[in-house]
């Protein structure tokens, strides 16, 4: 929220020239103050379909504890839908021409499991064009992660994601490489965040269309990028809406699918995740869970309570920072009515000009 500059302190002027959110009291005044309406657009798998609603509201939620937040969740045909999630859908989620009809300030799209490199080949590709175009003239900012960064980076900017030698899997160290954007404003200056993904898009692909890379790793790459315009659309490479226990979810699905036979060689760790003594105990676990496998005895059970009450999670509070100053953002420039993105006087192209720091 805002520091109201009330009076002529010159501390303001010192904040202002920092790229703090300082408002004039003129439009602190006049501000019509209202909740805000963000859409989820949920593309995950049946599997993480809940855990993912509870870590966009929760990333949401924590970002701010003084404005009301209304989150739509919707999904979109196409995707594959087991029973339990086609009803949890039918009865929680809203249609899209609902979200459409009524407007939306900000729009989050969530990452998806695809098979194979040929995004436009899947099911969801064109309602997912219809919904990102109809958020590019109608919503302030859409926040894309993961897949959906690579989805739009395709269809709006021509630039095809990369398939990488090996899946960058696990938590990373990045740095902010553009401290003047205000999405960035006050959050720690090197931070981490989970990645999981098999493909990339590079610095070099997000420069060549004007984007701005915000966020970057040395062993993960870019991680936050926005349009050229700063603001309306902001892309995520990494995921840090992950829980502390995302991760190992992750590795203990693929060690079940080697035990099935559905998957060739054991997994590897995800990087910098596991603690010596927790990796000792996953070593461990392997060996108990090859000798089972060739004497043709059940699989042991997977210690998963034991090693999740030991893992750190380093990247929570810069995500709240970073998704806080989002939706301030989109708060000092969205449109009263939440069906028109923005005020009369912002100019769509440059929606930070007007801004500290933008
Ligand atoms: C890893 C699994 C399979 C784990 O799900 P399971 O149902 O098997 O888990 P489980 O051990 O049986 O445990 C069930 C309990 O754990 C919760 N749970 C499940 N998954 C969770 C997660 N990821 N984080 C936190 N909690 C999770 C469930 O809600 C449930 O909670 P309750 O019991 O309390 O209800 C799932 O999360 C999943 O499919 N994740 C997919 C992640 C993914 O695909 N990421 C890629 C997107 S990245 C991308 O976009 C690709 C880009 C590219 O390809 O390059
Ligand atoms: N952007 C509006 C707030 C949302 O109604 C204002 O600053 O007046």
Partial sequence: MPIVAHNDLPTFDRLRAEGQNILESDRAIHQDIRELHIGLLNMMPDAALAATERQFFRLVGQSNQIAQFYVHPFSLPGLPRGEKAQAHIDRYYEPFETVRDQGLDALIITGANVSGPGLADQPFWAP???????????????????????????FRYGQRRQPLPSKRWGVYTHRVVDQSHPLNSSTNTMFDVPHSRFNDVSREQFEAVDARVLVESEEAGVHLATSPDGLRIVMFQGHPEYDTISLLKEYKREVQLFANGMRDGYPPFPENVFSRKASAVLEEYRHMLERALDRGREPPLFPEE??????DNTWRDTAEGVVGNWLGLIYRVTHNDRRIPFMEWVDPEDPLRHISGG
């Fill in 128 to 154: 997912l064009i219809e919904v990102v175009d109809w958020a590019f003239e109608s919503v302030t900012s859409t926040l894309c992660s993961c897949l959906a960064t690579h989805a739009v980076m395709q």
């Fill in 306 to 311: 034991r090693i999740a009450a030991g893992l």
